[in-house]
C-alpha cells in the first residue's frame, strides 16, 4: 500500500523506475494484500455500523433509565416522616422506661409495624433500582471497552471515515456513564440510610415486646416507693422530661390512628350527617299546615328544629362501635367532648342539687386529666391522686343512693356505679403501694365509664324523640307506622338501643383498661378454633353466624309484611281481600336464610346431604303431620281457594281469614276469637268460601203471617221495605214464596242478595223492624 501510495504521490520521479516498482509489487498486492482489503470495505464499515447503532441504542436506553426518579423524593420524604414518627417513640421508651402502659406499648407497636412494612416495600424498590443502575453502568463500562468503537492510527482508511461518529459516541457515552454513576451514589446513599432506620425500627420493636411481655407479668409489681417512702420534693425537670416524652407520643398514637382509621371515620361522620337530616326534615315536614294540626304541640326534652347538639352527642358516643381498635388518648378526647356536649344538652333538664354533683363531676374529670399527666413518684402529686380518688367515691356514694330517681333502669346503672366505685377504692390502694400507672388507669377507667353510662342515656333518650317524632309523623299520613304497634315498636327500639348502649359500654371499658387487644384476641381464638364432631369440623365462629343469620331470617318474615302495607285483619262489615303474595315472599327468606346459614356454617353440602338422608326416614314417620301440613301450605299459596280477608266455613267454623302461614292458617270468628287451623285440614276438608268470587250473599228470613191477609200486599210491602235498604242488591229483586201453609196461618220464606256477608244480621234486623210497622199499618197480623 505504501508502495502505491508512494507512485500516485511522486510522479515526478523516473518513470521507468516507477514502473519497475509497480510490476515488483503488483504480484504480491494480488495474492495477499488486495483480498484483505477487499473483506474490510466490505466487513469493517457493516460490523461498525451495527455497533454504532447497538451503542446509540443503548445510550439513548440509559439516558431514559436516569431520568427515572425511582421514587426518591417520595422515599425521602417519607423516610424524613418516618423518623419524625419514631423519634418520640424512642425517646419516650428511654424516658418512660419500664413505667409505660400496655395499651401504650400495643399503640407503639402498630405504628413500628407500620414504618417497618414502609420501609421494607422502600428497600426492595431501592434495591431493584440499585441493581438496574448498576446494570446500565456495566453496561457503559463495556461499550466504552469495546475497540471497535475505538479509532486508531492503524485503522483502516473506512473505519477512519467513522471518527467524528465514535468521537461523539465516546463523549455521550461518557456523560451517560456520570449521570448513572451519580444517580447510582443517590440511591445507595438512601437505600443505606433506609436500611439504618430499619434497623433502628427493629430494635425498638424488640424493645417493646419484652415491655409488653413483663408488663403482663408485673402488672401489680411494686414500680414506685410505698407512699410514706414517696419523696417531698419535684423534680421539674424530670416533670417537664416525662410530660414532653408522654406528650409526643401520645401525640404520635394519635396522629397515626387518625391517618389509618380515616374510612371508618367518614362512615361516622355520615351516620351523624344522616340522623341529623333525617330529624331536621321531620320537624320540617312537621310544620307543614296540614300536619300541625294534626300533631299539635311537639316537645321534646333533647331534639330541636336544629338537632346540632343532639348530632353530636350521637357522634361522640358512637366511635368506639365505628372504631373499636381506638387508642385510649382517642376515647378520652371523645368523652371529653361529650362531657362538654352533656353540660349544655343537661342544663335546662337537671336541676338543684343533681346539677350541682354533675359539674362537680365535669370539674373533678378536668383535674383527673391533668394530674394524670404530671403524675410521678412525687409525695404530693400523689396525695392529689388520692384526694381526687376520695372525691369520687363521695360523690359515686350520692349517685348510688339516687339510683331509683334516674331515667335509666336501675338494673343497667347499678352494675355501672358499683364498678366505678371498686376502680376509684382500687386506684387507692395501688397508689398507696406503689403502683402508679395501674391505678392512673383504674381512676380514668372508672370515671368515663360513669360519664359514658350519663352520655348513653342520653343518646337512647335522643333516639326516643327522634322515633316518637317519626312515629307521630308516619301515623298522620299513614306511613309504615300507621300499620304497625307502636307502644310495641317503642318497647323494641329501647331493647335495641340498650343493647348497643351496653355494647359500647363494654367496648370502651375494655379499650381503657388496655385489654381490648386481648380481650378480642381471645375471642377470635374461641370463634375461630377449629373444632371436629365425629368427622364433621366447624367453629364456634360459624355456629354463631349460623344462629345469627336464622334469626335475622325468621324476624324478617315476620315483619316484612309492614313494608308491603300488610295490616292486622278486623271484623268488620267491609269486605278486603289481600294477596297472599308475602306467604311466598316468607316462605323464599325463611328458605334463602336456611341455606346462607348452612353456607356460614362451613359444613360441608355432600355431609349434609348424607345426615338429611338418614334422617329422612324418621323425620318422614316422626314429623309427617308438619310435612303434611308444610306441604300444603305451599299448595295453598299456588292455588288459591282463599286469600287473606275471605269470609270461609270448614266444619262448625266461620271466619275471616287473618293470615296463610307456612304450617297453619288463622281464622278470625265474628266472636272475635282467633282460631288456628292446620293447613292439611283446609286443603283436605270441605271449605266453604263465601266471597271467593264476590262478595255477594243471599239471606232468607221466614215468618208467619194469618190465613186471611193479602199475600199481593204483604209482597209488595216486603219488596219495598227491602228495597229501602242500603245493604240490599236493587239489580236483583227480593222473592217472596209460601213455604207451607196451616189452618189459621201461611208461612212465607223471603230470598235477597245483600251487598256483602257481614251486613246479614243488620240487613235482618233493619227488615223485620221495617215489616213490624208497616204490618201494624196494614193491619196484617204476624203469627
Known amino acids: ?106 399503640s407503639y407497636g402498630l405504628i413500628l409495624k407500620d414504618a417497618q412494612t414502609r420501609l421494607t416495600a422502600w428497600q426492595n424498590s431501592l434495591s431493584k433500582a440499585s441493581n438496574d443502575l448498576q446494570k446500565r453502568a456495566n453496561q457503559v463500562i463495556g461499550l466504552s471497552q469495546d475497540s471497535l468503537l475505538t479509532v486508531t492510527e492503524t485503522d483502516v482508511a473506512e473505519k477512519q471515515l467513522y471518527t467524528a461518529q465514535l468521537t461523539e459516541l465516546k463523549i455521550r457515552l461518557q456523560r451517560s456513564g456520570e449521570r448513572t454513576t451519580a444517580k447510582l451514589d443517590t440511591i445507595s446513599r438512601l437505600l443505606a440510610n433506609v436500611s439504618a432506620l430499619s434497623l433502628t425500627v427493629t430494635d425498638l420493636q424488640n424493645q417493646v415486646q419484652e415491655q409488653l411481655r413483663t408488663s403482663g407479668e408485673n402488672v401489680y409489681s411494686k414500680e414506685s416507693p410505698y407512699l410514706w417512702e414517696a419523696p417531698n420534693r419535684v423534680d421539674r425537670t424530670n416533670v417537664e422530661r416525662i410530660v414532653s416524652s408522654s406528650y409526643q407520643g401520645q401525640k404520635k398514637i394519635l396522629s397515626y390512628f387518625l391517618n389509618s382509621a380515616w374510612d371508618n371515620r367518614v362512615l361516622l361522620l355520615l351516620t351523624a350527617a344522616a340522623f341529623f337530616i333525617w330529624v331536621y326534615s321531620n320537624f320540617k315536614k312537621a310544620r307543614k299546615l296540614e300536619l300541625r294540626q294534626k300533631l299539635g304541640d311537639l316537645k321534646f326534652q333533647h331534639i330541636t328544629p336544629v338537632p346540632i347538639l343532639a348530632t353530636l352527642i350521637v357522634l361522640f ?120 400507672s395501674l391505678a392512673k388507669v383504674y381512676s380514668m377507667t372508672a370515671v368515663i365509664g360513669l360519664i359514658q353510662m ?84 366447624f367453629t364456634l365462629g360459624n355456629i354463631l353466624l349460623f344462629g345469627v343469620i336464622v334469626y335475622v331470617a325468621n324476624l324478617l318474615q315476620k315483619h316484612i309484611g309492614v313494608l308491603f302495607g300488610e295490616s292486622s285483619v278486623t271484623f268488620d262489615n267491609k269486605t278486603e281481600r289481600k294477596s297472599s303474595k308475602l306467604v311466598l315472599i316468607r316462605l323464599v327468606i325463611l328458605i334463602l336464610g336456611v341455606l346462607m346459614a348452612i353456607t356460614a356454617s362451613g359444613i360441608p353440602m355432600d355431609r349434609l346431604t348424607v345426615v338429611l338422608g338418614a334422617l329422612s326416614v324418621g323425620i318422614g314417620l316422626g314429623m309427617q303431620n308438619i310435612v303434611n301440613n308444610f306441604v300444603s301450605g305451599i299448595i295453598l299459596i299456588f292455588e288459591k281457594p282463599f286469600q287473606i280477608g275471605d ?56 215468618f208467619k203471617v ?26 236483583i229483586p227480593p222473592e217472596v214464596l209460601v213455604n207451607a201453609i196451616a189452618a189459621d196461618s201461611i208461612e212465607l220464606k223471603i230470598l235477597a242478595w245483600v251487598t256483602n256477608i257481614y251486613v246479614e244480621a243488620n240487613f235482618k234486623s233493619q227488615l223485620l223492624t221495617r215489616l213490624m210497622v208497616r204490618f201494624r199499618e196494614a193491619e196484617i197480623k204476624v203469627m
Open 647 to 702: 269470609y270461609v266455613e270448614l266444619a262448625d267454623k266461620k271466619g275471616k281469614v287473618q293470615d296463610i302461614g307456612i304450617r297453619s292458617s288463622k281464622m278470625l270468628t265474628p266472636q272475635g276469637s282467633v282460631v288456628v287451623i292446620p293447613n292439611g285440614d283446609l286443603l283436605s276438608g270441605r271449605l266453604v268460601n263465601w266471597t271467593l268470587s264476590n262478595s255477594y250473599l243471599k239471606t232468607e228470613l221466614t
Open 454 to 537: 350519663v352520655g348513653l342515656d342520653v343518646f337512647i333518650q335522643i333516639l326516643s324523640d327522634a322515633l316518637e317524632l317519626q312515629i307521630k309523623l308516619s301515623a298522620c299520613s299513614e306511613g309504615i307506622f300507621s300499620r304497625v304497634s307502636i307502644p310495641r315498636s317503642r318497647a323494641a327500639f329501647r331493647r335495641a338501643m340498650t343493647v348497643v348502649a351496653i355494647i359500647l359500654w363494654v367496648l370502651v371499658f375494655f379499650i381503657n383498661l388496655g385489654v381490648a387487644g386481648g380481650v378480642f384476641a381471645l375471642l377470635q381464638q374461641i370463634l375461630t378454633k377449629t373444632r371436629t364432631f365425629g368427622s364433621v369440623t
Open 317 to 436: 358516643n358512637l366511635p368506639p362501635l365505628f372504631e373499636p381498635d381506638s387508642p385510649s388518648l382517642y376515647i378520652e378526647l371523645t368523652q371529653f367532648c361529650l362531657l362538654v356536649c352533656l353540660t349544655i344538652s343537661l342544663k335546662n333538664i337537671v336541676k338543684g342539687e343533681d346539677r350541682k354533683h354533675w359539674l362537680m363531676l365535669v370539674g373533678l374529670y378536668m383535674t383527673l386529666i391533668v394530674v394524670n399527666t404530671l403524675l410521678n413518684d412525687s409525695l404530693y402529686l400523689r396525695l392529689g391522686l388520692l384526694a381526687l380518688n376520695g372525691t369520687f367515691l363521695y360523690l359515686g356514694m350520692l349517685i348510688y343512693r339516687k339510683l331509683k330517681q334516674t331515667p335509666v333502669k336501675e338494673r343497667l346503672i347499678k352494675p355501672v356505679v358499683i364498678l366505678y366505685l371498686v376502680l376509684n377504692a382500687l386506684a387507692i390502694l395501688l397508689n398507696i403501694f406503689g403502683r402508679v
Open 706 to 731: 194469618n190465613a186471611d191477609a193479602d199475600l199481593e200486599k204483604v209482597t209488595k210491602i216486603v219488596e219495598t221495605e227491602i228495597g229501602k235498604l242500603n245493604d240490599s242488591l236493587k239489580n
Open 1 to 106: 500500500m505504501k508502495l502505491v501510495h508512494l507512485f500516485f504521490l511522486k510522479p515526478q520521479k523516473s518513470y521507468w523506475l516507477g514502473l519497475l516498482l509497480l510490476l515488483s509489487t503488483l504480484p504480491v498486492l494480488a495474492q495477499e494484500q488486495v483480498p484483505i482489503l477487499a473483506d474490510s470495505a466490505h466487513a469493517i464499515p457493516d460490523t461498525l455500523l451495527f455497533k454504532i447503532q447497538k451503542a446509540q441504542a443503548a445510550i439513548t436506553e440509559i439516558n431514559a433509565a436516569n431520568k427515572k426518579e425511582y421514587g426518591v423524593n417520595r422515599i425521602r420524604e417519607g423516610l424524613e416522616e418516618a423518623e419524625a414518627s419514631i423519634n418520640p417513640i424512642k425517646a419516650d421508651l428511654a424516658t418512660s422506661g419500664s413505667t409505660l402502659h400496655a395499651k401504650d406499648l400495643q
